[in-house]
């Protein structure tokens, strides 16, 4: 009998789910990013309104599952 306690299993199985902030619209998180850009990416991007006309070199991408991965560990919870 092992002395380390049990880890609970967590109850969210389902998802993760990217949910927009007026909680209307959802879709899955695969690929998904968190970005910032700078003042010229910013003006390519209100032109077109599509990040595909934004530069490499004028954005800087965090990936959402990078994200989660740090609150888990963080946390330590793995959800």
Do not use: R, W
């Not at 850009?37 to 990040?51: H, I, M, Q, R, Y």
Request: glycine letters at 8%; charged letters at 30%.
């Amino acid at each position: 009998m092992s002395d380390q306690p049990k880890q609970q299993e967590s109850p969210y199985v389902e998802g993760p789910y990217m949910v927009l902030s007026d909680g209307s619209t959802f879709d899955g998180v695969d690929g998904c990013a968190v970005v910032y850009v700078t003042k010229e990416g910013n003006e390519e991007l209100e032109a077109c309104s599509d990040f595909k006309a934004v530069e490499d070199d004028q954005m800087e991408v965090i990936m959402l599952s990078d994200l989660m991965d740090a609150y888990e560990k963080i946390h330590g919870v793995t959800l």
